[in-house]
């Protein structure tokens, strides 16, 4: 099994600045991407930015030039820099890890952390 403990979200004015972090705990033998989705009330799910093991990375649209995700592999962590942020970006982000191999298996399985709330407000 994998766990993905999430920390950094919480209450920041509008233009400000908020980092997440996510580690992925557990006899992990490798993990193909680590990412952040989000989600806002009545608004469907959107992936926010992924990151592979190579370091390639992808971002919503609405993102860009705002944010940066990075990721150290060895400690299984991935971080989301959040910069100038707006009252849009204003909702629960969850972490997860696509296509995890726990150690001594052959299986992928994708994992999802429990969600941590970013509010952009004055």
């Known amino acids: 099994q994998v766990q993905l403990v999430e920390s950094g979200g919480g209450l920041v004015q509008p233009g400000g600045s908020l980092r997440l972090s996510c580690a992925a705990s557990?006899?992990?033998?490798?993990?193909?991407?680590m990412g952040w989705y989000r989600q806002a009330p009545g608004k469907q799910r959107e992936l926010v930015a992924a990151?592979?093991?190579?370091?390639?990375?992808n971002y919503a649209d609405s993102v860009k030039g705002r944010f940066t995700i990075s990721r150290d592999n060895a400690k299984n962590t991935v971080y989301l820099q959040m910069n100038s942020l707006k009252p849009e970006d204003t909702a629960v982000y969850s972490c997860?890890?696509?296509?995890?191999?726990?150690?001594?298996?052959?299986?992928?399985?994708?994992?999802w952390g429990q969600g941590t709330q970013v509010t952009v407000s004055s």
């Open positions: 990151i592979t093991s190579g370091g390639n990375t």
């Open positions: 557990g006899s992990i033998f490798s993990i193909y991407a």
């Open positions: 997860y890890a696509d296509r995890a191999v726990v150690v001594g298996t052959i299986d992928e399985y994708d994992y």
